[in-house]
């Protein structure tokens, strides 16, 4: 898992240095005027505190505690990565983050568990009386509604307590996996973590239950995600099938631990890359699945859908033929990144192309500017955008731009809540980007971007998407 993630992560620096100097170029040619007279933008900015309220519940807040939990846990900072995460969790239980938090708290809870136990009741207590009014008399009342808060929050985590001991049975996983309205996207790498703690060391002669039960989890696992990358790393993990077991098999056990691992072994070859090709999606709702194309259509698992500002690794291709329309199609195996692994699967090469002749340049800044959106790094992605509306003439990346800068604009004026952080410096900067709504006293992007996006492509449907996502008043005239 922690190799998976570092490649991708190596992956991301390589392709901000190829943009880093061109980004640099484009920086030098802005002229930026500051000030805070701009009517009721400049008097909303006037009015905002010079520090932020450590424990005000504001945007800039939650985002900041999201990322440093984050941090810490991918630093495997575990006992960290769980404070903050599991404060932030009872802070914001209807964050945005939620689903993604969950995922990293439970990858923390692994830890804590196994390690600390005992410290888990007393943080959450802790977290727990912190709610008290101050002066309020600690009465059997209260004792027994933490209590009871308590339980509660172990039943939502997963942990469960029997004769002193804890365990974690992975339920903060499953949610994810249930919860259809997720934004976070890795259920193979969700349900990975649901049972990971069920696997087992295979280590002497009375071991061979837990081998058997291994070959299940393995086998479920393989069976639910065809083209997870993850199957690799768990079907070489030598703790879980060594090389040489130190029990005998009976005839029946041996033929389905061969089949099984013949089975993960042609899958795993199945998604090797046989080349790597850089295509940016030309359609909307294009299904990512975990296998090609089955006889009866529509029996494929549906792992992603792909949209016409996505960008995937085509790994290889194939052509196959479709009883339904009577011809044959193109197939791409695609990789399509996230920050936390890649997700593969099969896709409609006929939405996608590679061609970015005399873009490359384009290309390269948009792919780090969709990066650093997805990432939350708002401030990086508005300059790799910025660069892209920047060039001379239109392409295909210039409409996907304008809505995104325009998304950007929006998330940064949601965490405009005082003079000390650094979206405060980018409104100064960029004041002709905002518009301060004194009707419902929200700062948010203006029609600046709207109205260059009708200007240079005036039938493009993204004005109607910018449009109809916003509270402001636009006018097609």
């Known amino acids: 898992m922690k190799k998976i993630l570092l490649i991708l992560m190596a992956a991301c620096i390589l392709i901000s240095c190829k943009v880093t100097k061109s980004i640099d170029e484009y920086q030098k040619l802005k002229t930026i005027e ?269 792992l992603y859908k792909l949209y016409n500002y996505d960008f995937v690794t085509v790994l290889n291709k194939t052509n196959v033929y479709n009883a339904k329309e009577r011809q044959r199609e193109d197939w791409a195996l695609v990789r399509y990144d996230t920050y936390y692994g890649p997700i593969v699967g099969w896709s409609y090469l006929r939405y996608m192309t590679n061609n970015i002749q005399n873009i490359e340049d384009i290309f390269e800044n948009y792919k780090s500017a969709m990066n650093s959106y997805k990432n939350y790094d708002y401030l990086k992605s508005s300059d790799f955008f910025s660069y892209i509306l920047n060039s001379p003439e239109t392409n295909y990346f210039t409409d996907k731009s304008v809505y995104f800068l325009w998304k950007v604009n929006n998330k940064i004026g949601e965490l405009v809540s005082s003079k000390n952080n650094p979206y405060y410096e980018y409104v100064l900067d960029y004041p002709k980007y905002f518009y301060y709504n004194t009707n419902n006293n929200v700062l948010q992007s203006s029609t600046l971007l709207y109205n260059y996006l009708i200007k240079i492509l005036p039938t493009n449907p993204y004005r109607f998407v910018i449009s109809g996502d916003s509270e402001t008043e636009y006018s097609v005239d």
């Open 34 to 302: 500051k000030t805070e007279d701009y009517g009721p933008l400049g008097d909303f900015l006037k009015t905002l505190p010079k520090t932020e309220e450590e424990n005000a519940q504001s945007p800039y807040n939650e985002l900041t505690a999201f990322i440093k939990g984050r941090n810490q846990i991918l630093s495997s900072n575990y006992k960290e990565g769980f404070e903050t995460l599991a404060r932030f969790l009872f802070t914001y239980p209807s964050s945005y983050y939620e689903s993604e938090a969950s995922y990293l708290l439970g990858q923390a809870l692994i830890y804590m568990v196994e390690n600390e136990p005992l410290y888990i009741e007393e943080f959450y207590t802790q977290l727990l009386s912190e709610g008290i009014v101050e002066g309020e008399e600690n009465n059997d009342d209260n004792v027994t509604n933490l209590t009871a808060s308590l339980n509660n929050i172990y039943s939502q985590l997963g942990i469960v307590v029997k004769d002193g001991k804890y365990s974690f049975n992975g339920y903060t996983f499953d949610r994810i996996l249930q919860d259809e309205e997720s934004v976070f996207p890795l259920k193979d790498f969700a349900y990975y973590f649901s049972i990971r703690h069920r696997f087992s060391n295979i280590e002497n002669e009375n071991d061979k239950a837990k081998f058997i039960t291994n070959i299940t989890y393995l086998k479920r696992f393989s069976e639910r995600y065809r083209t997870s990358v993850l199957q690799e790393s768990i079907l070489n993990n030598k703790s879980y099938f060594p090389d040489v077991l130190p029990f005998d098999l009976t005839a029946n056990e041996k033929k389905n631990y061969n089949d099984t691992v013949e089975a993960v072994k042609n899958r795993i070859e199945g998604i090797k890359a046989a080349y790597e090709e850089e295509y940016y999606v030309i359609g909307n709702g294009i299904i990512i699945r975990d296998r090609i194309p089955a006889v009866t259509s529509g029996t494929e698992k549906e």
